[in-house]
């Protein structure tokens, strides 16, 4: 699915993308297990992923960030598993994105995992296995495409195979460590937000 949204983008079926927003709601607050007991985990090793996606969406790099993280009644975990981080970017970028991640959800029924990409020509919601796209000069119709494969093994299978064409072709990999290090940065600077209250400038690299 993320790569989907990503082949839309660069055929430029979106316009000028403004808006990113991603909603995750789940449920990791299992007993005895390494995600309880790992300071930050939420933001450090999970919801890392998340930021790295609305770098990919957008294709810059975000200039502050401003969190907000909360305790669950009852809760396990040792710090909080809900947060909303919002990415800010240049003015003249007109583009904004936002994570809402609350991991502690305890209906499963209503458990999501959700992308919205807005665009000034068209607009998409994508799930695990659906990507629906909607045309402003189309009001009354939407695309649906299906999407085939699995988190695991498929996506890892894509991230290795991009990993040896690179190492191949003596080229830097789209998913690059490198580039990593600053999704890492930004989700600590999400953490000490989430502490402060304070949006976190993030120094240009």
């Known amino acids: 699915m993320q790569r989907a949204l990503r082949v839309l983008i660069d055929r430029g079926v979106f316009g000028h993308v403004y808006c990113v927003t991603h909603f995750h709601r789940s449920f990791q607050d ?3 297990s390494w995600f309880v007991e790992l300071e930050h985990f939420n933001f450090i090793d999970h919801g890392i992923h998340y930021i ?17 993280a909360t ?4 809760q396990l975990a040792i710090t909080p598993m809900c947060h909303t981080i919002l990415l800010e970017f240049p003015l003249e970028a007109q583009v904004m994105a936002v994570s809402y991640f609350n991991n502690v959800i305890r209906a499963p029924q209503l458990h999501r995992y959700e ?4 665009g000034t020509e068209a607009s998409a919601m994508a799930s695990r296995d659906t990507v629906v796209v909607g045309r402003k000069d189309a009001p009354r119709q939407q695309q ?6 699995n988190w695991f093994p498929d996506a890892f299978g ?8 690179a190492l191949d072709a003596g080229r830097e990999p789209e998913t690059s460590g ?28």
């Open 158 to 165: 894509g991230s290795m195979g991009e990993l040896m064409r």
């Open 71 to 74: 305790m669950q009644p009852g």
């Open 144 to 149: 649906v495409f299906g999407i085939q494969g």
């Open 30 to 32: 299992h007993p005895g």
């Open 52 to 68: 790295d996606l609305c770098r990919y969406y957008t294709q810059l790099e975000p200039i502050r960030v401003k969190a907000t």
């Open 115 to 118: 992308w919205f990409i807005d």
């Open 178 to 205: 490198r580039d990593n290090l600053n999704s890492v940065r930004i989700a600590y600077a999400a953490v000490e937000s989430a502490a402060t209250g304070e949006a976190v400038a993030l120094e240009p690299l």
